[in-house]
């Protein structure tokens, strides 16, 4: 491969053959929390009020400390240095919800030296607005001038004004691309929070890209995890998981908030993660009904897995997908001869 006349322009990653590629120094980025390394860009995401903001400054404090954060920090290390930017928290309330909990961290004073905080950030009068270059170069001078290991965004939406939030392009465009630069120009790892529809709570693989907004943030992002809530277990109980991640990453852990103390704390138990239901399940348990099944006894036969309403999208899904059918509206759904055969 000629590449002479391309010698201004400057490309990693590529290697003119296997030779090469094998001879090559490769090294993993040092892991910052479980599964999120250094030049990773990781989301959590979870519904309003579930507690995405407490759980990352749980886990920022514990880091610069250097001490664990149970699950998503399982074992003391060397003390980081954090960059967080809260583009929502009033600064007076945010004070003394941190100051409650440095009260649990053992060398709160190491925590208060690595762990620099940025409150509803404006910039020549006008809100923060990463896509902006200036101020994305601003942001990217303080994290590499301030050392930073991790560099938070709180929430998401509010670092970056977007035209279309469900705009997939505009997503990779205006806040991916950013925030992988980002972390790779400041060697640190890059976390967002970002909101979940109450719609889309889903314990599936799928959930990852199941955020508010366009699905690009869950494809775009190495590693995900979701915050739901445990309600049969009581008020404060949550669930913490990760859909999508490149490397190992926790098993689902339940957590418990202590109000006193503004600390997440795991819980002994592991939570059952319920799969959705699936067409093709909807399709098996229909060809098991000789005389076919009715919209209401499939619903009633996967109760307790998913919402009625989501139970009737995935009977619709089943039809489109020519998995089940029926001669009119009020006749019962039958099975396709595709699906009986598959389960014969």
């Not at 001490?67 to 600064?91: F, G, K, N, Q, W």
């Not at 859909?243 to 339940?254: G, M």
Request: a negative charge; aromatic letters at 8%; one cysteine or more.
């Amino acid at each position: 491969m000629n590449l002479e006349n391309e010698s201004s322009i400057q490309m990693e990653g590529f290697y003119p053959s296997l030779d090469d590629f094998f001879a090559a120094e490769l090294s993993p980025g040092e892991e910052i929390f479980s599964a999120v390394c250094r030049g990773d860009v990781g989301c959590i995401a979870a519904v309003t009020n579930y507690g995405k903001t407490t759980l990352l400054f749980n886990l920022g404090l514990s880091l610069a400390a250097g001490v664990m954060c149970l699950p998503l920090a399982p074992v003391a290390s060397t003390p980081r240095r954090v960059l967080y930017i809260d583009a929502e928290s009033p600064a007076y309330q945010l004070r003394e919800d941190l100051k409650i909990m440095l009260e649990q961290i053992p060398n709160a004073d190491t925590a208060c030296q690595n762990f620099c905080l940025v409150t509803q950030p404006e910039l020549d009068d006008e809100p923060l607005d990463m896509k902006e270059p200036a101020h994305f170069n601003f942001i990217a001078r303080c994290a590499k001038g301030y050392g930073a290991d991790l560099i938070v965004f709180d929430p998401i939406t509010l670092c970056f004004e977007l035209d279309n939030e469900n705009d997939n392009s505009e997503w990779a465009r205006a806040v991916a691309k950013p925030l992988k630069r980002l972390a790779k120009k400041c060697n640190a790892a890059v976390v967002f929070s970002h909101h979940l529809g109450k719609g889309n709570e889903s314990h599936t693989t799928e959930a990852a890209y199941k955020s508010r907004g366009a699905s690009a943030i869950g494809a775009l992002s190495r590693t995900v995890y979701l915050i739901e809530k445990e309600a049969q277990r009581g008020e404060g109980y949550v669930r913490l998981w990760c859909p999508k991640s490149k490397t190992p990453s926790i098993a689902p852990t339940i957590l418990r908030l202590n109000r006193e103390t503004r600390f997440f704390e795991a819980c002994p138990e592991r939570p059952v993660i319920v799969k959705t239901v699936t067409a093709e399940e909807i399709a098996a348990f229909v060809a098991t009904c000789e005389t076919g099944a009715s919209s209401g006894e499939i619903v009633k036969f996967f109760a307790g897995r998913e919402s009625e309403r989501s139970i009737n999208d995935k009977i619709q899904l089943a039809e489109s997908s020519g998995l089940i059918a029926k001669p009119s509206r009020k006749a019962r759904w039958m099975a396709s001869n595709a699906t009986i055969n598959k389960a014969a």
